[in-house]
């Protein structure tokens, strides 16, 4: 169906590590010239009702981007190991052709792999831990982009394992993942509101992403995807926006603090396991969803939802 896949015995990558490389450090001053022209476009319209920046948290931002990247560079050795042994191991050779359709299947199968990622670090309270970091701010422009997490470069790299037994080498996994990263900068805006009804059907666009920073009941865990939103719409977590966003945590942390911001969910994490007076108790802390508690006392996405249901627009895929 994708035409016939010629099999070499010797691959040689037609995208190396250095480029993968290079593509994100040479948009390092598009992001900053971007941050500095949307804040200038923020501090004329506040009256609008735009959140808009504030100094303190747009530097725990930077702060937090900069954390990220020198751990990615030693966390990226251990991503490509791991799918160099699977690649070794793989079940199809699809990813060795430069076929056209190819392409187009890596960049579908990495954007799906990247919303069970996403999605499974909203839903498992441990890996929420590594991710909650880049929600952590009550601000929502392109700086929130570089909030990245200190420790999902170590908790991420197993969801992209099925493209290396479906045989895509890890240069060009890394190569769609950086693509797929510099799709999603440009969402974290505030600036653009709407787009044509199509693009807003297929692609994650900033006023689904704004959804997905909120902490409105109704927006809690919604619209995972990366460079797609077809995902959320098929498997049920897709959500409108159709009442202001309100950003942040269900429970903000006052800090702008970057280690403070990286730390503080798995402190609340440890002190949970602490008190916990089972095993059963232990592993509800740590695997169910965030929010979970014993004895009827949780507050996951699910639990707030289902108190508040006509918060839900009809828009929405999930039966609650």
């Not at 499974?120 to 997490?149: D, G, I, M």
């Not at 787009?195 to 995972?224: C, Q």
């Amino acid at each position: 169906m994708l035409g016939e896949i010629r099999v070499r015995r010797e691959f040689k990558p037609s995208v190396d590590y250095g480029s993968v490389s290079n593509l994100l450090l040479y948009s390092i001053p598009a992001f900053l010239f971007s941050l500095w022209l949307e804040r200038v476009w923020a501090a004329r319209h506040l009256s609008s009702g735009i959140r808009g920046y504030e100094n303190k948290d747009t530097l725990a931002s930077l702060a937090m981007g900069v954390g990220n990247v020198l751990i990615s560079a030693f966390s990226t050795l251990a991503a490509v190991a791991l799918w160099k042994v699977a690649f070794d191991h793989r079940l199809v050779n699809l990813g060795l052709s430069h076929a056209a359709s190819i392409w187009l299947v890596l960049f579908l199968a990495e954007d799906f792999c990247y919303y069970w990622f996403h999605r499974s670090h909203h839903e498992l309270r441990l890996l929420w831990a590594a991710h909650v970091n880049h929600h952590s701010s009550q601000y929502f422009n392109l700086s929130t982009a570089l909030r990245q997490p200190w420790l999902t470069p170590f908790t991420g790299p197993v969801f992209w394992l099925p493209l290396a037994f479906l045989g895509f080498p890890p240069e060009r996994i890394l190569f769609a993942q950086a693509i797929s990263l510099l799709y999603q900068f440009w969402i974290h805006t505030e600036a653009v509101r709407h787009l044509p009804a199509p693009l807003e059907w297929l692609f994650n666009t900033p006023s689904h992403h704004r959804v997905h920073h909120g902490k409105n009941v109704a927006y809690l865990d919604r619209n995972h995807g990366g460079v797609l939103i077809l995902w959320d719409r098929l498997f049920g977590t897709f959500e409108p926006e159709h009442e202001p966003v309100q950003y942040g945590l269900t429970h903000d942390i006052q800090t702008f603090n970057p280690l403070r911001i990286a730390v503080h969910e798995w402190q609340a994490l440890a002190r949970d396991v602490r008190r916990a007076r089972s095993v059963s108790e232990v592993l509800g802390y740590v695997f169910a969803a965030p929010g979970w508690g014993p004895d009827g006392t949780s507050q996951t996405a699910k639990d707030l939802r289902r108190a508040q249901p006509l918060q839900i627009h009809p828009e929405t895929r999930e039966k609650t």
